[in-house]
C-alpha cells in the first residue's frame, strides 16, 4: 500500500505521519518542522509533500478537541503560506 502512497506523488519527497491525535505525539511540532524545512529549502518545495493521517483521540474530552482544532489551523497556515493551486504541501 505504501507504494501507491508513494506512486501517487509522482517521485516527490514524501514524508509520512500515522499517529492518534493526542498531545503527547508531538504533531504540532511535525507541522512546524515540516514548515521550517520548507523555510530553508525553498527550492525543494514542489518536490516535497507531507501526508499527516491522525486517528481521532476522543473527541468528547475538550484537550483533543483543542489539539484537533491546532492542528488543522497549523496545515491552513503552512499550506497557504507555501501552496498553490497546483502543490498543497501537507495533505
Given at each position: 500500500m505504501f507504494a501507491l502512497v508513494r506512486e501517487s506523488f509522482g517521485g516527490s519527497r514524501l514524508v509520512l505521519?500515522?499517529?492518534?491525535?493526542?498531545?503527547?505525539k508531538g504533531i504540532p511540532e511535525r507541522i512546524k518542522a515540516f514548515e521550517r524545512f520548507l523555510e530553508m529549502n525553498p527550492?525543494?518545495?514542489?518536490?516535497?509533500?507531507?501526508?499527516?493521517?491522525?486517528?481521532?483521540?476522543?473527541?468528547?474530552?475538550?484537550?483533543?478537541?483543542?489539539?484537533?482544532?491546532?492542528?488543522?489551523?497549523l496545515i491552513g497556515k503552512v499550506n497557504g503560506r507555501f501552496g498553490d493551486a497546483a502543490w498543497t504541501p501537507i495533505r
Amino acid at each position: 500500500m505504501f507504494a501507491l502512497v508513494r506512486e501517487s506523488f509522482g517521485g516527490s519527497r514524501l514524508v509520512l505521519s500515522v499517529n492518534r491525535l493526542d498531545g503527547s505525539k508531538g504533531i504540532p511540532e511535525r507541522i512546524k518542522a515540516f514548515e521550517r524545512f520548507l523555510e530553508m529549502n525553498p527550492g525543494l518545495a514542489r518536490q516535497s509533500d507531507a501526508v499527516t493521517a491522525h486517528a481521532e483521540g476522543w473527541s468528547d474530552i475538550k484537550q483533543y478537541a483543542e489539539i484537533e482544532s491546532a492542528v488543522a489551523g497549523l496545515i491552513g497556515k503552512v499550506n497557504g503560506r507555501f501552496g498553490d493551486a497546483a502543490w498543497t504541501p501537507i495533505r
